[in-house]
């Protein structure tokens, strides 16, 4: 008959290395980012955390699922506040899973489809449609990079649930207006230069050519004047 020796277990030496490595508090990956500018991260093709310094120049909300087909509205430099203001008023955010933030799709008589994926959880919460910013460094290649709802967020300032409420008690200044500034700043001329994390993933063939890049907000670091 197969028997096992019984365990044994001992008091670890608190001045230990290997227990003090373990017990080392451990960062967020999105803060160890790799510096890199815009040309090296493409001729280098890495992969991982990537902190870049960009300009940014042009925006655009990704669409809904069912208007795939439809023009994206792109915002730059040009576009006035009311340009950026009319593009959040829009097709801007959507209702998804409190969970995992699947849109969910309604019936016709308004009542929003499970997730079933997610179930028992049934919660229901706005986000934003991700958006795609199309940064440049100092040369001439660009990147486009995925902002997920809760980067996106952080870069609005502005709840998506709450986009048409008052900014302040008493204020005839509403959320919508305050992103809608934050986000034309990020966009106006003179250009203003800022730190980006992003996660960058690059999938190439046997020669290193990419097949396909993807990069991905992590964090945006504003300049002072769009704080």
Known sequence: MHST???????????????RDFLAPRHSPAGD????????LLSQKYNGVVELRVQVAA???????????????LLDSSTPLNGVLEA????????????????????????????YPCLPLTGVRRYYRPGVLTVSGRGYSQLCVL?????????????PDKLHRSSAPGS?????????????????????TFVITIRSHFLCDENSAPLSQDFTLLD?????DCK
């Open 5 to 19: 020796p019984w365990s044994s277990a001992h008091r670890l030496d608190p001045a230990d290395q290997h227990l």
């Open 33 to 40: 980012g790799v510096e890199l500018d815009v040309d090296t």
């Open 59 to 73: 925006f655009s909300f990704q669409n809904s699922p069912s208007s795939q087909n439809a023009p994206r509205l």
């Open 88 to 115: 959040l008023s829009g097709d801007a955010t959507y209702a998804g899973c409190g969970r995992c933030s699947a849109e969910l799709s309604t019936d016709a008589n308004g009542i929003y489809s499970p997730c």
């Open 147 to 159: 902002a997920p709802p809760v980067p996106l967020q952080k870069i609005l300032k502005a709840p």
């Open 172 to 192: 005839q200044v509403k959320l919508i207006q305050v992103a809608a500034e934050r986000l034309h700043a990020l966009l106006s001329l003179p250009k203003k």
């Open 220 to 224: 945006l670091q504003l300049p002072t």
